[in-house]
C-alpha cells in the first residue's frame, strides 16, 4: 500500500479546510457563525490546557459516561427483552401494541420528563440515552432471534435443554454478528443523544460546552468543539469495528477447532 493511496482519503477534508479558511479570513472576516479552521485549532489548544468546567477532558468524561452507562441500560433491557419475543410469538403478539406505540416516541421529548424526576446531572441524561437506544436494540435483537435457523431451536428442545441454557448456548452464539450492527446503531444513537441532552437541558458535557462557546459569539471555539466531538465519534465507531473483527475471528477460531 503506497503513500499515495494513504494520502487519498485526506484529500477532500484538506481542500474543505483551505476553502473553509478562505471563505472566513476574506469572504466573512469578524463573523460570528464562521472562524477560519487555523483559528479553531488553537482555540482547541487552549480548552486543552483549560481547567474546571471548561476542561476538554472533563466535559467529554461526563458525555462518554453518561453515553456508556445509558447504552449499557438500554442494550440489557432491549437485549433481554428483544430475545424473549424473539423465542415467544405470543409475547411478540401481545407486547406489539404496546412497543408501537412508545417506540416513535422521540426520546428528547422524555427531557422535560427527566428532569423533574431526576434533575440535573448524570442520572437525567443516562435515562434519556436509556430510552433512544433501548427501542432500536429491541427491535434488532427480536429480528436476529427470529432469523436463527429453527433446526438449531428443535436440536435444543429434542436435547432438553432449558430455556436459559438454549438462550446461552444456542440463540446468543448464532445471532452475534446481527448483535454487532446492534451495538454499532446504539452506540452512535447514545453520542448524539447524550450531547443533545446537554445542548438542551443538561449543564455538563461537550454539548453543553460548544453551546456555551456558542453565546459567548466565539465560533472559533464551538467549531473546535463540533470537530472534537466528530473525532470521539470516529473513534469510538473504529474501536466498535474493530472489536467486532475480532469477535468474528475468534468465533471463526472456535468453529474451526469443532470441526472434526
Known sequence: MGLPHLLRPWVFPAVLLGLLEVAARWMVPGSDALAPPSQTVLAFGRALTAQGDDSVLQATAFTLTSAALGLLLGAALGLGLGIVLGLSRRAAAMGFLSIEV???????????????????????????????????????????????????????????????????????????????????????????????????????????????????????????????????????????????????QRMGEINMEQTP
Open 102 to 248: 412508545l417506540r416513535p416516541v422521540p426520546s428528547v421529548a422524555l427531557i422535560p420528563l427527566a428532569m423533574l424526576v431526576f434533575g440535573f446531572g448524570y442520572r437525567m441524561e443516562v435515562s434519556v440515552v436509556a430510552f433512544a437506544t433501548f427501542w432500536p436494540l429491541l427491535i434488532l435483537t427480536q429480528a436476529a432471534v427470529r432469523q436463527v435457523e429453527p433446526q438449531l431451536l428443535e436440536v435444543a428442545r429434542a436435547l432438553g435443554l432449558s430455556p436459559w441454557a438454549r438462550t446461552t448456548q444456542i440463540v446468543l452464539p448464532a445471532m452475534v454478528p446481527r448483535l454487532f450492527i446492534a451495538l454499532r446503531l446504539g452506540v452512535s444513537i447514545a453520542l448524539v443523544v447524550a450531547v443533545t441532552v446537554e445542548i438542551a437541558a443538561n449543564p455538563s458535557g461537550m454539548g453543553y460546552a460548544m453551546m456555551i462557546a456558542q453565546q459567548s459569539l466565539a465560533p472559533d471555539l464551538m467549531l473546535a468543539w463540533l470537530f472534537w466531538i466528530g473525532v470521539v465519534g470516529y473513534v469510538i465507531n473504529l474501536a466498535t469495528l474493530r472489536l467486532q473483527r475480532a469477535v468474528a
